[in-house]
């Protein structure tokens, strides 16, 4: 029985192969009605599988899984009423104006023809899209037609909304201002189970995070809980040399017993430390060592970190798991 009280969304044991290869694999999930629930991991980490199968576009292989009450396998159409799915692709018509995609999606659903264009115009407002709504699709930028898409996932309010990477490929001016849609969703009262590859994308919206990794949850909790998981400070350090960083991060890695790895910056190594007290040592025995600094500085561990340590790879990067994206 539904009740206001209940899950979005529970799942248990929540397979999908294809041929040979688990692209989703035991997954257990339990989403607060209400809230951003974000699913972290590279491409091929399982997130799209996973969102198609709650949205009723995939069958399960085994597992069980329940949408606002509603098995996803044998109540689909049920499921589908309640649910609107936003995808990594968009899914607008490009030889259509702005309203005239809002204004035909309306009519699908059922809206008669003066609503219809209510419904379109009152979208193109809230997205900030009314100048450009007699434009042609192809003319818009990323960010627009990713707003356009999202506004046409909402022509009926769903309760709950499935954005699949919403923000990929867009600048971080138009990312900001899809944030600050899904925060008014759920503002409203939607549920919004948002799939992303940006750590600092499910740092700034979720209220809690399920790192998944080749098809598998590896760990879950709020931003804060699964920073502190692995480790109470993070150590950054900038080589004045980054010839010799693969020797240095031999050497800190020994020094500290505890992970140290490479960071995007070519001179830099990033170590996670149990007790921060010992970055002072760290420093002061690289520099003993030879190992000549430019710079470094003690903080929080970044999500980024903490999908590190929990994967052993950087999220950027998975293998492929068979299910192509995500």
Not at 206 to 218: K, L, P, S
Request: hydrophobic fraction near 40%; charged fraction near 25%; glycine fraction near 10%.
């Amino acid at each position: 029985m539904t009740t206001p009280s209940s899950p979005a969304v529970e799942t248990h044991g929540l397979t999908k192969t294809f041929g040979d290869k688990r692209a989703v694999d035991g997954v257990d999930l339990h989403i607060r009605r209400g809230s951003i629930f974000g699913l972290l991991g590279p491409n091929g980490a399982g997130k799209t599988t996973t969102v198609r199968l709650l949205a009723t576009l995939l069958r399960p292989s085994a597992g069980t899984a329940r949408v606002l009450g509603h098995d996803v396998t044998a109540e689909p159409h049920l499921v589908r009423r309640r649910v609107s799915l936003t995808g990594q692709f968009a899914s607008v018509d490009e030889d259509l104006t702005g309203r005239e995609n809002l204004v035909l999606l309306a009519r699908l659903l059922g809206f008669a023809g003066r609503a219809a264009r209510a419904r379109a115009d009152e979208l193109l407002a809230a997205f900030d899209l009314a100048d450009a709504a007699g434009r042609q699709v192809r003319t818009y930028s990323g960010g627009m037609r990713r707003r356009l898409d999202i506004a046409a996932s909402l022509i009926s309010t769903p309760d709950l909304l499935f954005l699949d990477e919403p923000t990929t490929g867009l600048d971080p001016r138009s990312r900001g201002r899809v944030w600050d849609i899904v925060r008014l969703l759920v503002d409203g009262g939607a549920t919004v189970l948002l799939t992303t590859q940006y750590l600092e994308e499910a740092d700034q919206l979720c209220e809690r995070i399920a790192v998944i990794d080749h098809g598998r949850v590896i760990a879950e909790g709020t931003s804060a809980e699964l920073k502190a998981s692995v480790g109470r400070g993070v150590l950054h350090v900038r080589l004045a040399d980054p010839l010799v960083r693969p020797a240095a991060l031999r050497f800190l890695a020994g020094h500290l017993g505890e992970p140290v790895h490479a960071a995007d910056d070519p001179a830099g190594l990033t170590a996670q430390l149990s007790d921060p007290a010992r970055a002072a040592s760290a420093v002061a025995a690289l520099a003993s060592s030879g190992f000549r600094l430019s710079d470094f500085s003690l903080g929080q561990p970044s999500l980024d970190e903490v999908f590190f340590a929990l994967t052993g790879h950087p999220a950027e990067t998975a293998a492929d798991n068979g299910e192509g994206r995500g």
